[in-house]
């Protein structure tokens, strides 16, 4: 009889791990925290969950995702492979998720520079009180607890009615008498008086803190801070672990329906939490109980799939998530946050199904909704978010972009980590590239900023023509068929740490003009559906998915952003980290930043008539109407030879 255990030992690393024999290897990887990219999630349609098999027995699919020469060399796609016997196998660099090196956007600009935000006061939803209470005697019976609450009331603080859970009151008598009638108190506001969540003997106060987190689809971002004062302590950054179960939130949706699906990917978010938390704690010596607040902000499927929630009716009309904020009395410890037990999560709300709470969190930190300007937020990602308006109006809408923003549907397209290629400049006369990769390591992939560069340079040198088709007459050696179609060679094999030569087909450069035109179709359509046209917008702040740099000339150079002079434009990185920090830290943020939500109308593209107008005009470079983009115009005809 056949043994029911099988072996997979993953070499160089000599790591070995036990799947059931008959699994699916690329779950068998996941299940032991070894995470490859897979954009769909396992569905055997994207080719990048590659793994070289060196020996042993298994049970490979079909795909035309490997060459003969991959398959013979023991090429194999993880989520097509079952496993039938020990194995030895070896993780090629292009399947490999770097959980190092993610690179964050402007948002120390933005808090540095605090330009659109005024000082806030540091008034976080928890409060600690170090608290003297007068010794008992005969004279003065109250109890213990009757001690306190006099003691917070003389500190200004609502305590008409206190509620103390039992496991705390059953160590309050012998904590006062240890601090020798000196207690440090936590409190959070409950809506008839007070919640006491912690109790400390002496003075303690100075242990009070909290984690902003902003929950992205590809990283996750945490941020430690010092609930007394507001300071970051630190902060930490690390890819979503749900990435392994597919690259966007429809793939996510769909893994969720899976037999325990949701399961999986609610574990392996919180584990991704629970990681970063432990590397702050660790670095800043903190223990874990002393964390007593956490603000959350995502978009609405990551915030459902963080608290084990069907998402599923997210993705199915009319659209309707099962919350719009988290529920105010959820504790981190109820969905697996190890922090005090007593911390509770607070969240903004999101507008609709998707613009979410990142998005609050984003004009949040921007502070449009407190401008006078005509401001456009605009966060770009697999989705583009939108809100437009100012001070007395806001309104707002999505689009769907597709992944190749942030890598996906480009076949060298990967995350803005280690190796990644982040910006491409190309000479119009030799055609000839010169580039940078994250941390200067030998290019793995080119990421968002680094795509959009290399389409706009090659547009401008005369490589592609306006519909993105690669000049098949200039007869250079970087411009070629391959398997693929046609493309350009960025790299060389010999300079890349991926042995191949590293290239943007005709393909990718179709799917990014698809999803510039979706961004561009959206924001046209939704300043004309109030009145507005593009030249009116005073102010352009961008935020989201091209690592830390965005060239925004460039970006208009393909007609992502429209052509309008450049200091109208901010780039402000990750600014949903920033607002969930600063919701964090000021409950009157919190609270006035709910307002503000209520307030913002939300705009149905898909069913606006001239959205599909739009975008099939948004699908040339820059755009079919030319005149939209007069200074990339004159530059065309400047460098152009004869595309
Ligand atoms: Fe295997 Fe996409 S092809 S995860």
């Given at each position: 009889m056949g043994k029911d255990v099988c072996h997979i030992k993953i070499v160089p690393e000599d790591r070995v791990i036990k799947v059931a024999k008959g699994s699916n290897l690329l779950s068998g990887l996941q299940d032991a925290g070894i995470h490859i990219a897979s954009s769909c999630g396992g569905q055997g349609t994207c080719?990048?969950?590659?793994?070289?098999?060196?020996?042993?027995?298994?049970?490979?699919?079909?795909?035309?995702?490997?060459?003969k020469t991959e398959v013979s060399e023991?090429?194999?796609?993880?989520?097509?492979?079952?496993?039938?016997?020990?194995?030895?196998?070896?993780?090629?660099?292009?399947?490999?998720?770097?959980?190092?090196?993610?690179?964050?956007?402007?948002?120390?600009r933005l808090i540095d520079e605090r330009w659109a935000i005024g000082p806030w006061d540091v008034k976080p939803r928890t409060k600690s009180f170090c608290l003297s209470l007068s010794p008992p005697s005969l004279d003065d019976n109250r109890s213990d607890l009757e001690r306190i609450g006099s003691a917070l009331s003389s500190q200004g603080c609502n305590s008409y009615h206190i509620h103390c859970p039992l496991y705390l009151l059953k160590n309050l008598a012998r904590q006062v008498r240890d601090g020798e009638w000196k207690v440090t108190v936590t409190i959070i506001p409950a809506c008839d008086g007070i919640e006491i969540i912690d109790i400390q003997p002496g003075k303690a106060c100075l242990q009070h803190y909290g984690v902003a987190i902003d929950v992205g689809t590809t990283t996750v971002v945490c941020y430690l801070v010092d609930l007394n004062d507001g300071r970051i302590i630190a902060s930490e950054a690390d890819y979503n672990a749900q990435i392994s179960c597919g690259e966007d939130i429809i793939s996510r949706i769909i893994f969720g329906r899976s037999q325990k699906g949701l399961e999986r990917l609610h574990n392996l978010v919180i584990s991704t939490i629970n990681r970063l938390i432990l590397q702050l704690l660790k670095g800043a010596q903190i223990k874990p109980d002393r964390l007593f607040s956490f603000m959350v902000v995502g978009n609405t499927t990551m915030i459902h799939l963080l608290l084990g929630l069907d998402?599923?009716?997210?993705?199915?009309?009319?659209?309707?998530?099962?919350?719009?904020?988290?529920?105010?009395?959820?504790?981190?410890?109820?969905?697996?946050?190890?922090?005090?037990?007593?911390?509770?999560?607070s969240g903004l709300p999101s507008i609709a199904s998707y613009v979410g709470s990142d998005i609050t969190a984003g004009f949040l930190a921007a502070g449009i909704y407190r401008l006078s300007e005509m401001s456009v937020f605009i966060d770009i990602g697999t989705n583009g978010e939108i809100v437009v308006g100012n001070k007395d109006w806001l309104v707002a809408a999505s689009c769907s972009a597709g992944p190749a923003f942030e890598g996906g549907e480009v076949k060298f397209g990967m995350r803005a980590s280690t190796g990644a290629i982040d910006s491409v400049r190309i000479d119009p006369q030799s055609f000839e590239p010169v580039y940078s990769t994250v941390h200067k390591q030998s290019a793995r992939g080119i990421c968002g900023s680094g795509i959009l560069d290399c389409l706009a340079e090659m547009f401008l040198a005369g490589l592609i023509n306006r519909r993105g088709k690669i000049n098949r007459e200039l007869y250079h050696p970087r411009i070629r068929e391959g398997t693929d179609g046609w493309e350009y060679v960025i790299v060389w094999e010999k300079d890349t740490a991926i042995g191949k030569d590293i290239c943007l087909t005709e393909v990718d450069i179709d799917n990014i003009i698809r999803a510039k035109g979706a961004v561009f179709a959206a924001m046209k359509v939704l300043l004309k559906e109030i009145g507005f046209t593009v030249d009116q917008v005073d102010l352009f702040l961008i935020a989201g998915g091209f690592g830390h740099c965005l060239n925004i000339e460039n970006a208009i150079t393909i007609g992502l952003l429209p052509d309008l002079p450049f200091e109208r434009f901010r780039y402000l990185g990750n600014s949903a980290i920033i607002g969930a920090y600063m919701a964090l830290i000021s409950e009157d943020l919190?609270?006035?930043?709910?307002?503000?939500?209520?307030?913002?109308?939300?705009?149905?593209?898909?069913?606006?008539?001239?959205?599909?107008?739009?975008?099939?005009?948004?699908?040339?470079?820059?755009?079919?109407?030319?005149?939209?983009?007069?200074?990339?115009?004159?530059?065309?005809?400047?460098?152009?030879?004869?595309?």
């Amino acid at each position: 009889m056949g043994k029911d255990v099988c072996h997979i030992k993953i070499v160089p690393e000599d790591r070995v791990i036990k799947v059931a024999k008959g699994s699916n290897l690329l779950s068998g990887l996941q299940d032991a925290g070894i995470h490859i990219a897979s954009s769909c999630g396992g569905q055997g349609t994207c080719g990048k969950c590659k793994v070289v098999i060196k020996s042993g027995e298994y049970n490979a699919g079909i795909t035309p995702f490997l060459s003969k020469t991959e398959v013979s060399e023991g090429y194999a796609l993880a989520c097509l492979t079952l496993v039938e016997g020990d194995l030895t196998l070896s993780i090629p660099p292009s399947s490999k998720v770097l959980g190092e090196g993610i690179i964050s956007g402007g948002e120390k600009r933005l808090i540095d520079e605090r330009w659109a935000i005024g000082p806030w006061d540091v008034k976080p939803r928890t409060k600690s009180f170090c608290l003297s209470l007068s010794p008992p005697s005969l004279d003065d019976n109250r109890s213990d607890l009757e001690r306190i609450g006099s003691a917070l009331s003389s500190q200004g603080c609502n305590s008409y009615h206190i509620h103390c859970p039992l496991y705390l009151l059953k160590n309050l008598a012998r904590q006062v008498r240890d601090g020798e009638w000196k207690v440090t108190v936590t409190i959070i506001p409950a809506c008839d008086g007070i919640e006491i969540i912690d109790i400390q003997p002496g003075k303690a106060c100075l242990q009070h803190y909290g984690v902003a987190i902003d929950v992205g689809t590809t990283t996750v971002v945490c941020y430690l801070v010092d609930l007394n004062d507001g300071r970051i302590i630190a902060s930490e950054a690390d890819y979503n672990a749900q990435i392994s179960c597919g690259e966007d939130i429809i793939s996510r949706i769909i893994f969720g329906r899976s037999q325990k699906g949701l399961e999986r990917l609610h574990n392996l978010v919180i584990s991704t939490i629970n990681r970063l938390i432990l590397q702050l704690l660790k670095g800043a010596q903190i223990k874990p109980d002393r964390l007593f607040s956490f603000m959350v902000v995502g978009n609405t499927t990551m915030i459902h799939l963080l608290l084990g929630l069907d998402p599923r009716y997210i993705r199915e009309s009319p659209y309707i998530p099962t919350f719009s904020s988290i529920p105010h009395y959820i504790k981190a410890s109820e969905i697996g946050i190890h922090a005090n037990k007593n911390a509770y999560l607070s969240g903004l709300p999101s507008i609709a199904s998707y613009v979410g709470s990142d998005i609050t969190a984003g004009f949040l930190a921007a502070g449009i909704y407190r401008l006078s300007e005509m401001s456009v937020f605009i966060d770009i990602g697999t989705n583009g978010e939108i809100v437009v308006g100012n001070k007395d109006w806001l309104v707002a809408a999505s689009c769907s972009a597709g992944p190749a923003f942030e890598g996906g549907e480009v076949k060298f397209g990967m995350r803005a980590s280690t190796g990644a290629i982040d910006s491409v400049r190309i000479d119009p006369q030799s055609f000839e590239p010169v580039y940078s990769t994250v941390h200067k390591q030998s290019a793995r992939g080119i990421c968002g900023s680094g795509i959009l560069d290399c389409l706009a340079e090659m547009f401008l040198a005369g490589l592609i023509n306006r519909r993105g088709k690669i000049n098949r007459e200039l007869y250079h050696p970087r411009i070629r068929e391959g398997t693929d179609g046609w493309e350009y060679v960025i790299v060389w094999e010999k300079d890349t740490a991926i042995g191949k030569d590293i290239c943007l087909t005709e393909v990718d450069i179709d799917n990014i003009i698809r999803a510039k035109g979706a961004v561009f179709a959206a924001m046209k359509v939704l300043l004309k559906e109030i009145g507005f046209t593009v030249d009116q917008v005073d102010l352009f702040l961008i935020a989201g998915g091209f690592g830390h740099c965005l060239n925004i000339e460039n970006a208009i150079t393909i007609g992502l952003l429209p052509d309008l002079p450049f200091e109208r434009f901010r780039y402000l990185g990750n600014s949903a980290i920033i607002g969930a920090y600063m919701a964090l830290i000021s409950e009157d943020l919190r609270q006035e930043i709910s307002e503000v939500a209520k307030g913002v109308t939300y705009i149905e593209l898909s069913t606006s008539a001239s959205f599909m107008d739009e975008y099939v005009s948004a699908l040339f470079l820059p755009h079919t109407d030319q005149s939209l983009f007069p200074n990339v115009g004159s530059k065309t005809s400047l460098n152009r030879k004869g595309a």
